[in-house]
């Protein structure tokens, strides 16, 4: 089975820097995504990495490490829009061909002025 | 590009009727949809993976006669369902994964379906 593990909540300053972190325990493992979900609303992608490394995608970067089973959401310059869930999702080889992406109880990001 | 759409976008039903909800990759096709639920405040939970022209993989723990799931065609898949109680009532959120993508992170997720069974 999979498991992850990120904060419930973080709360940040406007143009300050915030960092998620996400753990995960699984099998099969092909990539780690970020996902940003405002309330009521449906996940949109920000970003996947399926190597070591930082990748870097304006203000946001994504960070993963496969020997350590962690990665991370680094979120620069934060806007009030900002304030948003962000889950981490992992995608795995699930048999037969097929892939499934298992997400986090996500991270409740609150940006203050 | 890569758009998916769900209809309805709400629904309220009585206790006890069926509701169909359908997913549709607008702008591609795709030969995997995904089905997940989520309940106020916590994670998506996947329900199903849904593989054109044959049936779904339904996760431990969903009732696959409860949540009736169709994907006749690469742009459409539906949910339906069956005969749904109160605790039914969650945000059901389809994706979509392109069937000519060679990386299989590609997943376009739908606006949701927001169900409340009375």
């Known amino acids: 089975g999979q498991s992850l593990e990120q904060p419930s909540e973080v709360t940040a300053v406007e143009g300050a820097i915030v960092q998620i972190n996400c753990t995960y325990q699984?099998?099969?493992?092909?990539?780690l995504s970020w996902y940003q979900q405002h309330d009521g609303g449906a996940p949109t992608f920000l970003s996947y990495?399926?190597?070591?490394g930082l990748e870097e995608t304006g203000r946001f970067s994504s960070f993963l490490s496969r020997s350590d089973s962690y990665g991370y959401l680094l979120l620069q310059e934060l806007q009030m829009k900002d304030s948003a869930s962000y889950f981490c999702?992992?995608?795995?080889?699930?048999?037969?061909?097929?892939?499934?992406?298992?997400f986090g109880k996500g991270t409740k990001l609150s940006v203050i002025p | 590009g890569a758009v998916v759409s769900q209809h309805p976008s709400w629904v309220i039903c009585k206790s006890g009727t069926s509701v169909k909800i359908e997913c549709r990759s607008l702008?591609?096709?795709?030969?995997?949809m995904f089905w997940y639920r989520q309940f106020p405040k916590q994670s998506l939970m996947l329900m199903a993976t849904?593989?054109?022209?044959?049936?779904?993989?339904?996760e431990q723990g969903v009732e696959k006669d409860k949540f009736l799931i169709n994907h006749a065609s690469l742009t459409l898949s539906t949910l339906t369902v069956t005969s749904a109680h109160p605790e039914d009532s969650s945000f059901y959120i389809c994706?979509?994964?392109?069937?000519?993508?060679?990386?299989?992170?590609?997943?376009?997720f739908g606006p949701g379906t927001r169900l409340t069974v009375l």
């Open positions: 994706s979509a994964s392109p069937s000519t993508s060679g990386s299989y992170n590609e997943q376009f």
């Open positions: 699984t099998s099969g493992f092909y990539g």
């Open positions: 990495n399926a190597l070591d």
């Open positions: 999702a992992v995608l795995a080889y699930s048999g037969a061909g097929s892939y499934q992406l298992t």
């Open positions: 702008d591609f096709q795709a030969t995997t």
């Open positions: 849904s593989n054109e022209g044959s049936k779904a993989t339904y």
